[in-house]
């Protein structure tokens, strides 16, 4: 059974960062294509930024594009995202989610594992 637990989350002012790290467990997480989605306050959980297994590719949101940056150790097994210059509506529950198809996807349908959520929130 894959598990998937994030840490990171906690309360910062705007203008600030965080890095959220998820360890993942189970011997084949090289071969995971790994995603980060939201879900904020009242609404969806909505894609943030997605990895392929061996971290060539990447996929931004829009929204975060140019702020955030994702990254994979697979030696640690773990995925991480990187958050700068955060504003108060990236205020959200965080996942991480693994993916055992090796090309990364935005949909939540795509994904096989899920974590239980950080919390980020950003005080203006």
């Known amino acids: 059974q894959v598990q998937l637990a994030e840490s990171g989350g906690e309360r910062v002012q705007a203008g600030g960062s965080l890095r959220l790290s998820c360890a993942v467990s189970g011997r084949t997480f090289s071969s995971y294509s790994m995603g980060w989605f939201r879900q904020p306050p009242g609404k969806e959980r909505e894609f943030v930024a997605a990895?392929?297994?061996?971290?060539?590719?990447?996929f931004y949101s829009r929204t975060v594009r140019g702020r955030f940056t994702i990254s994979r150790d697979n030696a640690k097994s773990t995925v991480y995202l990187q958050m700068n210059d955060l504003k108060p509506e990236d205020t959200a529950v965080y996942y991480c989610?693994?993916?055992?198809?090796?090309?990364?996807?935005?949909?939540?349908?795509?994904?096989?594992?899920w974590g239980q959520g950080t919390q980020v929130t950003v005080s203006s």
């Open positions: 990895i392929g297994p061996i971290g060539g590719s990447t």
């Open positions: 989610a693994g993916r055992l198809v090796p090309i990364p996807a935005v949909s939540t349908e795509g994904y096989n594992f």
